[in-house]
């Protein structure tokens, strides 16, 4: 698709010039590029303008195809300060230069997502001597490192919990460990009272940002139909949904704070939705 999109491109009317003039190392480079099944990406000449193939096309999403013939800093500027500096060293000194386990967070439909590469940096050097451009190949390792996060946090939950017996520091330590895990602003467990129409929380876990959502509280501040879901055993992920509680009633305290994401896990126990693992986000 990439090839198709270059080939029918007037490139005459940019930095690279008509494509018949195009020095012979950036045709070599990028036949190179086209035809691997690896991400792939070319930052060439003084203001490191992007070429590159289809693989590397599905990493970039949506900033395809106004980011082909583009300039790098204006394509990516949420990564550019970390990349700049050792692009421009592989520039000067024409020594290929790489990096395992790369954090480079991507703005991706409007979200900025936590991102990781394995990836080379390799000088394409021009005929008289000089680099003219970088080859640049990369892996995404995301799924991978984060995997192995959670085992991680699976083994830190199971060491610090195994020693405790009061239920109520089991939950607190869950509670913290599961909110540093997510980079939650609120992590808690709140129990059902018998009568099915409110709950309470003895404490929760928060990070400062949020308040905490400790004593007893209406179950409909949150909505009719996720309750419906949460009573069959449904675990629930919101975004940009407020709630908006209503009125909170004598003795009963109503959420203060606008909850911007979430998810609740409910566990539904001899038939009966009786108590909820809950993770809120003001972001």
């Known amino acids: 698709e990439v090839g198709a999109l ?17 020095p012979q190392t950036l045709r070599l480079a990028l036949g190179l590029c086209l035809n691997a099944q690896h ?34 800093g204006a394509v990516f500027p949420e990564i550019w300060a970390s990349v700049e500096p050792t692009l421009t060293e592989v520039f000067a000194t024409g020594v ?16 900025l997502e936590d991102r990781w590469f394995d990836f080379s940096l390799n000088p394409i050097i021009g005929d008289e001597g000089r680099v003219e451009g ?20 699976r083994i830190e939950l199971d060491e610090r919990l195994c020693g405790l017996n009061d239920p109520r520091e089991i939950i607190a330590t869950a509670n913290e460990l ?11 467990y709140a129990e059902i009272d018998a ?3 409110t709950f309470q929380i003895e404490d929760d876990w928060t990070n400062g940002r949020m308040p905490s959502l400790s004593g007893r509280r209406r179950l409909d501040e949150f909505g009719p139909e996720r309750i419906i879901a949460l009573r069959a055993g449904r675990a629930l992920a919101f975004e940009e949904r407020p709630i908006e509680p209503p009125a909170a009633g004598a003795g009963i305290v109503p959420i203060q704070a606008p909850i911007r994401a979430g ?3 409910p566990l539904v126990r001899g038939g009966r939705f009786a108590a909820a693992l809950y993770a809120h986000c003001r972001e």
């Open 39 to 72: 991400p792939i990406g070319i930052y060439w000449g003084e203001q490191r303008r992007l070429l590159y193939n289809d693989a590397w096309r599905r990493l970039i999403g949506e900033k395809h195809p106004a980011a082909l013939g583009a300039p790098a």
């Open 178 to 188: 599961l909110g540093r895990h997510l980079a939650a602003d609120r992590v808690g």
């Open 263 to 265: 998810l609740t896990v």
């Open 6 to 22: 270059m080939r029918a491109y007037d490139w005459s009317e940019t930095p690279f010039g008509p494509v018949e003039a195009w």
């Open 96 to 111: 290929v230069a790489g990096s395992a386990d790369e954090f480079f967070p991507q703005k991706l439909d409007g979200q």
């Open 134 to 153: 970088v080859l640049s190949i990369g892996i995404e390792i995301t799924t991978r490192i984060l995997a192995e996060r959670r085992e991680a946090f």
């Open 195 to 197: 009568n099915d129409f």
